[in-house]
């Protein structure tokens, strides 16, 4: 299976300030296309999981333009521009490439 | 706009089998990847598998001998059934559509499934 690892584990945030989370797969999610399998969730308590980015730099309709994703085959970061303190939860990666397709362990965003 | 709603029991005993099913409103089934994740307690989320329209499915190694997805085009619902149960299958189960890229954009509301006696 492959393993995605997500870093910081916590992330304490202040609004206004930019933030980070990296994310690395133990095998390349870049295809044949060009296209790197690597999606970005945010989950809040009680509700179901809200995909932020898919393809590691595409943005849903809805979701607010702070946040922006990029890497390459083996590694996808999100950012936050300016973090809101609507933006707190739990962060997941996920790779969509290969079957059983895995989620990274999750970053607990909170405002310090 | 496509909505997912889930149900099923949310109590299952040991050994038993629990069943969740997904109605899609507001789209159809062609092109899309139906997938069921659940989220464990203490722990993070978890691919439990997926169906095409056409039927196909991939389940999780770990559980794909206790795993059947299945889907019903007339009543527009896909569903879950996982064999077996033990305390280990606890958690928030959700259903959720997929791109052909896998991502997932839309998802259901989940149900906590609890496996006591």
């Known amino acids: 299976d492959i393993v995605m690892t997500q870093s910081p584990l916590f992330l304490p945030v202040t609004p206004g300030e930019p933030a980070s989370i990296s994310c690395r797969s133990s095998q390349t999610l870049l295809d044949s296309e060009g296209y790197n399998h690597f999606n970005w969730y945010l989950q809040k308590p009680g509700r179901a999981p809200q995909l932020l980015i898919y393809?590691?730099?595409s943005r849903p309709s809805g979701v607010p333009d702070r946040f922006r994703a990029s890497g390459s085959g083996t590694e996808c970061t999100l950012k936050i521009s300016t973090v809101e303190a609507d933006d707190v939860g739990i962060y997941y990666c996920?790779?969509?490439?290969?079957?059983?397709?895995?989620f990274g362990g999750g970053t607990t965003v909170e405002i310090k | 706009q496509v909505q997912l709603q889930q149900w099923g029991a949310g109590l299952v005993r040991p050994s038993e089998t629990l069943s969740l099913t997904c109605g899609v409103y507001?789209?159809?089934?062609?092109?899309?990847?139906w997938t069921w994740i659940r989220h464990l307690p203490g722990k993070g989320l978890e691919w439990v598998g997926e169906?095409?329209?056409?039927?196909?499915?991939n389940c999780h190694p770990s559980l794909e001998k206790r795993v059947t997805i299945s889907l019903d085009t007339p009543k527009n619902q896909f569903s879950l059934t996982l064999t077996s149960v033990t305390a280990a299958d606890t958690a928030v189960y959700y259903c959720a559509r997929g791109s052909r890229f896998r991502f997932l954009p839309i998802w259901g509301q989940g149900t906590l499934v609890t496996v006591s006696s």
């Open positions: 393809l590691c730099s």
């Open positions: 169906i095409n329209h056409h039927g196909a499915t």
């Open positions: 507001g789209g159809s089934f062609t092109g899309y990847n």
């Open positions: 996920m790779q969509g490439l290969h079957t059983p397709h895995t």
